[in-house]
């Protein structure tokens, strides 16, 4: 698939996260995929999936949904982990992922490749790159580096940048205002409707929507808390 014919699938529209974090009870690859079925019924353009289920989540997706695959690997839980290297890069792509999601900050990456370096390898194996980023200025030098989309979902989670509860709305605003060319997708903590729509407004092409959908353990502990027995412990996603 090639960036015109993604952007006229997901452009405007939803992208739902199914990923499942080692502890958590739908860990497991074939719940993953029912996940994704689940999402796809329910009008998700595209899904992106991976994480720390890793290759076999992405190509157990990927042979079942029709929609684009966005699909990632997820190695620890600090500094560059999310497909930080080109091998697992094209590993995902192998799995039959359209597009590469990856660590696009210009932290050291694993395997010292430079973004540049990781991009050349995808676009060569005839993928797209989503750059995860978490600040404008890494937008722009992934925008520079040649990655196809710009996505904000690591705003939150390196330690520079805004640490807020809700979706990096102004992120979204920001990039879009300075990337003309390289679509902005909005991911991160997006948790209601109406910032699903705040952000298309503020510039967004497409919209990411992960735990709010697939986790009902954190569904579950919002209603939990409305009432006199909250939950107990914390279950992540
Ligand atoms: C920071 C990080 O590792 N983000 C991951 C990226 O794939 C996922 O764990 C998130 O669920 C995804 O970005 C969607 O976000 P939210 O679940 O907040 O809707």
Redesign the pocket.
Known sequence: MNLTDLMATIHGGLIV?C?A?HEHPLRDTSTIRRLAEAAVAGGATAV?C??VGGIADVRAVAAAVTVPVIG?T?RG?SGV??TPTVADALEVLAAGAAVV?TDATTRPRPDGAGLRETVEAVHNAGGIVMA?VSTVAEGVAAASAGADLV?T??S??TPYSPQTAG?DLALVRHLAAELSTVPIVA?????RFDHVREALEAGAAAV????????PVWITRRFADATDRPAPVTTG?
Do not use: C, M
């Open positions: 996260s990923q974090g992106r991976g994480g990632l997820k839980t982990f999310i999601a995860d996505a979902t690591l939150g989670y979706p991911e991160g903590r997006y948790h990411v929507v992960g735990t709010a959908i697939t986790d996603h």
